[in-house]
């Protein structure tokens, strides 16, 4: 299982952007996944989740109202849409996808978001 992030980089504050995670090796399907964050120093934190074949989502409260999880089953890829960016989102995103087949969790190598003042 292969989880590839894209779509970081340098963003103002009050800005947006979109990141994309693509799976190979497994499908997203109804596997619960999600979009974790570390800023240095600090834990990795919940952003967004979304499972189940309704795509139920879940969000961070340092989040909620400004980011919006989906996923494309075809192109076997999840999203997290975030706008009104501020310069405390900035940290290293990262894709997860839990198999309920497997038992465990999957990680991508992780896309750095940089929000300036």
């Known amino acids: 299982v292969q989880l590839v992030e894209s779509g970081g980089g340098l963003v103002q504050a009050g800005g947006s952007l979109r990141l994309s995670c693509a799976a190979s090796?497994?499908?997203?399907?109804?596997?619960?996944s999600g979009w974790y964050r570390q800023a240095p120093g600090k834990q990795r934190e919940l952003v967004a989740t979304?499972?189940?074949?309704?795509?139920?989502?879940t969000y961070g409260d340092s989040v909620k109202g400004r980011a919006t999880i989906s996923r494309d089953n075809g192109a076997n890829t999840i999203y997290l849409q975030m706008s009104s960016l501020k310069p405390e989102d900035t940290a290293v995103y990262y894709c997860?996808?839990?198999?309920?087949?497997?038992?465990?969790?999957?990680w991508g190598q992780g896309t750095q978001v940089t929000v300036s003042s």
């Open positions: 997860k996808l839990y198999s309920t087949f497997l038992k465990r969790d999957y």
């Open positions: 090796g497994f499908t997203f399907g109804i596997n619960p």
């Open positions: 979304i499972t189940g074949s309704a795509g139920s989502t």
